[in-house]
Structures are given as structure tokens and as C-alpha cells.
Nanobody
Framework: QVQLVESGGGLVQAGASLRLSCTASGRTFSSYNIGWFRQAPGKEREFVARISARGSITYYADSVKGRFTISRDNAKNTVYLQMNSLKPEDTAVYSC???????????WGQGTQVTVSS
């Protein structure tokens, strides 16, 4: 069992930066791939970024590539999403999820709101 808690969201202006954190409970956190997803009002949830269990492999959605960076500190049971050059279209609830294998995401956090004003 893994419990995930996101933090770091907020209201910022376009062009600003935010760093989201996803902190997990459980001793096996370092064995999970972690993904960040987002859902804007009226839209379906979409993939943002993922990182492998040891942090050696990352993957990004085209819409955030070059602006967002995912990283993890397994000693702190935390995955980060550094978001730079934010755009109004990045406005959404951001959630993290844990996958014991590949992209089989089975544990989800409650999400944190990110609002980018123009």
C-alpha cells in the first residue's frame, strides 16, 4: 500500500515557476514508477511526466517537454515536478500516481491545484 500526498500548487502569473512535490508513505516507494497527471475543468485527465523507480528514465508529454522536469529523492520518498515558463493552459489539478510495473498506475493522490493567470 502506498499513500501519496501532493503539495506545492498555487496561483501564479504566466511565465512563473512552481515546484510540485509528491510525498509517499510506505517502505517500498523506491520500487514504484511515478507519474504526474493533470486534469483541467471540463477535460479528461492527461499524462504529464513519469519517472522510473530508480530515477534513471524520464518521459514527458510534448506539451511540457523542455519546460517541466521530473525528479525523485527516494531517501525522502518524494517525487518533484519542476514547472517553468508556466502558461495559462497549464492550469489544472495535478496528481501523482504510483505504478508497481510499467504504466500500471494503481495508487493516486488527491491532487493539488495549479492556476496560471495571463
Amino acid at each position: 500500500q502506498v499513500q501519496l500526498v501532493e503539495s506545492g500548487g498555487g496561483l501564479v502569473q504566466a511565465g512563473a515557476s512552481l515546484r510540485l512535490s509528491c510525498t509517499a508513505s510506505g517502505r517500498t516507494f523506491s520500487s514504484y514508477n511515478i507519474g504526474w497527471f493533470r486534469q483541467a475543468p471540463g477535460k479528461e485527465r492527461e499524462f504529464v511526466a513519469r519517472i522510473s523507480a530508480r530515477g534513471s528514465i524520464t518521459y514527458y508529454a510534448d506539451s511540457v517537454k523542455g519546460r517541466f522536469t521530473i525528479s525523485r529523492d527516494n531517501a525522502k520518498n518524494t517525487v518533484y515536478l519542476q514547472m517553468n515558463s508556466l502558461k495559462p493552459e497549464d492550469t489544472a489539478v495535478y496528481s501523482c500516481s504510483a505504478a508497481p510495473v510499467a504504466d500500471n498506475y494503481i495508487y493516486w493522490g488527491q491532487g493539488t491545484q495549479v492556476t496560471v493567470s495571463s
